[in-house]
């Protein structure tokens, strides 16, 4: 097996090649047809849940999306895009040649973005933002930044599936100590994604995992470089946004579902984070 380093530079020296070659790009409304005919494309497929819920369904398992979400699908393989009639299902499709194909998705599984972090997905979908804003743009340079784009997005997957897959391989190795700690970080982030419009404290959670708030917040942030305030928030803002593309709830519904009671509070929080208001946030999706 290669070490880490050599894999990292063959990586590298592929993934520096061309561009992915986008050959359609745009906001979808899927035919029911496609949730129950199995289908091939010759092309890779991007598809970003804007709004609504999709399943994935491959020889290889089912992968289930909602908004916010991304599903990638190797060129050639079978599948079928399940989702609930009647709905309101839209979907950023992308379709694209690369020629890194083979070696990128020996590492990215299709729900790649089900297990990045909080913080990489609000940076995902602000690229996605900007790739709605591009596929108006009539230009060569404008293609070009697409497929720019493009690239970082699923070079930002890879980036993350190589640390995931580095951690797993490192906790092979770990100490007790150290499965406690992991295992304490998980519990943390799933009872924060459970309980994320509730107004959740330190206190609580720590409670809820039997250790004291003070080694709760020294483990996570020594385990992830970041407090678990910092993703609370993130994770809370990456809700508030998919939501707000969403539009089935104004703004001050928004706040109250990711955990916010002061509608004002939620809106400043927004644009400390975000470079907007809610309002101007969900006008500009909309008009996408």
């Known amino acids: 097996m290669p070490s880490p380093e050599a894999q990292d530079n063959e990586l590298v020296g592929c993934f520096s090649g061309p561009l992915p070659e986008i050959r359609t790009m745009g906001l979808m409304q899927f035919d029911p047809v496609w949730a129950v005919r199995e289908h091939v ?43 609930e009639l009647g709905t309101d299902l839209s979907i950023l499709f992308i379709s694209f040649t690369w020629p890194c194909e083979e070696a990128y998705f020996r590492h990215v599984r299709p729900d790649a973005t089900l297990a990045i972090s909080s913080q990489r997905r609000v940076e995902i979908a602000g690229l996605f933002d900007q790739l709605r804003g591009d ?7 404008d293609e070009l930044v697409a497929r720019a784009r493009v690239l970082t997005v699923l070079l930002l997957f890879l980036r993350d599936a190589l640390a995931a897959q580095t951690t ?18 998980a519990g943390a982030k799933a009872y924060l994604q459970k309980h994320l419009a509730n107004a959740v404290t330190l206190d609580e959670i720590a409670s809820h995992l039997g250790v004291s ?30 939501l707000l593309r969403e539009g089935r709830l104004n703004v001050s519904e928004v706040a ?9 509070y939620f809106s400043r929080a927004f644009k400390d984070r975000c470079g907007c208001s809610p309002s101007v946030f969900a006008t500009q999706s909309h008009d996408r």
């Open 135 to 141: 596929v108006a743009g009539p230009t060569a340079v």
């Open 213 to 242: 708030s003070y080694h709760l917040s020294h483990v996570f942030s020594r385990e992830t470089s970041f407090s678990l305030y910092t993703f609370l928030t993130a994770t809370r803002m990456d809700k508030a946004k998919a």
């Open 168 to 185: 797993n391989d490192a906790a092979d190795g770990a100490s007790p100590a150290d499965r406690r700690h992991q295992a304490l970080v």
């Open 256 to 264: 109250y579902a990711v955990g916010y009671h002061d509608p004002s």
């Open 41 to 83: 494309s010759p092309v890779c497929e991007l598809l970003h849940v804007v709004a609504g819920a999709v399943d994935l369904v491959t020889p290889s398992g089912r992968f289930p999306a909602q908004a916010g979400d991304t599903l990638l699908v190797p060129s050639n393989t079978l599948h079928r895009d399940e989702f």
